[in-house]
């Protein structure tokens, strides 16, 4: 079965400690990762991909295809990062179906 | 102003009525998507659609419907069949070259 697991509902950390929020998928094939964001009052966005291989806002996420874990990190949280975080996966050639996780809220606490 | 447009922001429909909650994009996007948000369970696939003229079932397609006449628009019927429509809907279209999706701001469905 095609699926992304986001085992933490909630989050919660101090400001300036590690953050990483888990993911890990099942997808038969080649998925192309990604997590998506939502702050307060905003449009759901995307953070960051696997592909790019790129930090964004101090976040990095690396893609274990032996563990089919993409988790999230950040080492020094801040209060903005406070959101709620997807991670989702897609096809990469004819069908490109998104498959969300369920969310996990991060709170950052000052 | 560009992106991604739903009206309207808040619904509020009888039971046994259908209704549509609109899509628009002036992104030139070929892909749209239609998703539900419910709390504790992520976004749902609804339908989506890769060109005019064309869609496909998500997870959760029983009891509503799409069309796609035109690239810019791909409106959602919510129709009585729809055992528990209350929630949270969100749109969005996917750019090509980078696989990325945009969304829209939603509309809240509340059935009374």
């Known amino acids: 079965a095609q699926r992304v697991t986001q085992p933490e509902k909630l989050l919660s950390v101090f400001k300036g400690a590690p953050v990483e929020l888990k993911c890990n998928y099942s997808?038969?094939?080649?998925?192309?990762l990604f997590w998506y964001v939502q702050y307060s009052r905003q449009r759901l966005q995307l953070l960051l991909r696997?592909?790019s291989r790129e930090s964004i806002k101090g976040f990095t996420a690396d893609l274990n295809k032996g563990e089919t874990s993409f988790h999230l990190k950040k080492p020094f949280a801040q209060e903005e990062d406070s959101a709620m975080y997807y991670c989702?996966?897609?096809?990469?050639?004819?069908?490109?179906?998104?498959?969300f996780g369920t969310g996990t809220r991060l709170k950052v606490l000052a | 102003d560009g992106g991604i447009t739903q009206s309207p922001k808040y619904l509020f429909r009888k039971e046994g009525q259908n209704v549509t909650l609109s899509c628009e994009q002036n992104?030139?996007?070929?892909?749209m998507y239609w998703y539900r948000q419910d709390p504790g369970q992520g976004l749902r696939l609804i339908y989506y659609?890769?060109?005019?003229?064309?869609?496909q079932k998500g997870d959760i397609a029983e009891g509503y419907s799409v069309s796609r006449e035109k690239k810019e628009s791909f409106p959602l019927t919510v129709t009585s069949a729809q055992k528990n429509p209350t929630a949270f809907y969100l749109c969005?279209?996917?750019?090509?070259?980078?696989?990325?999706?945009?969304f829209g701001p939603g509309t809240r469905l509340t059935v009374l």
């Open positions: 992104l030139n996007h070929d892909a």
């Open positions: 696997h592909i």
């Open positions: 997808y038969s094939g080649s998925p192309e």
């Open positions: 989702a996966l897609s096809g990469t050639s004819g069908t490109y179906k998104y498959i």
């Open positions: 969005a279209s996917r750019e090509s070259s980078y696989n990325e999706q945009f």
């Open positions: 659609s890769q060109i005019v003229n064309d869609f």
